[in-house]
């Protein structure tokens, strides 16, 4: 059963730092790749970050050396780091596995597992 459930969102003033966990089930993390996507309100979702089953990751250029995509196979999790936070970095956050050799490019309709979300606010 593919299960993923983040964590550690919250509200932060700009330039601040935060790190979001998504706790993946076996079969979850066995996936292709696993993904970071977010969706703030009146938006469309789109995809932030993503690293393959062997390590291989991306990042979207609008957080580029802000936002490290990282994952421990020991834990099963994957984590996403977001550092120098702006005020258009709030959204909801989710993380999602895929099976589509096309991963990588973090497109949400690659994906089709995905958890409930955590919560990113930054006030300036």
């Known amino acids: 059963q593919v299960q993923l459930a983040e964590s550690g969102g919250g509200s932060v003033q700009a330039g601040g730092s935060l790190r979001l966990s998504c706790a993946a089930s076996?079969?979850?993390?066995?996936?292709?790749?696993m993904g970071w996507f977010r969706q703030a309100p009146g938006k469309e979702r789109e995809g932030v970050a993503a690293?393959?089953?062997?390590?291989?990751?991306t990042v979207a250029d609008s957080v580029k050396g802000r936002f490290t995509v990282s994952k421990d196979n020991a834990k099963n999790t994957l984590y996403l780091q977001m550092n120098t936070l702006k005020p258009e970095d709030t959204a909801m956050y989710y993380c999602?596995?895929?099976?589509?050799?096309?991963?990588?490019?973090?497109?949400?309709?690659?994906?089709?597992?995905w958890g409930q979300g955590t919560q990113v606010t930054v006030s300036s």
């Open positions: 999602a596995a895929s099976e589509n050799w096309l991963c990588l490019l973090y497109r949400p309709r690659d994906y089709n597992n």
């Open positions: 690293i393959s089953r062997s390590g291989a990751a």
């Open positions: 076996i079969d979850a993390y066995s996936r292709t790749c």
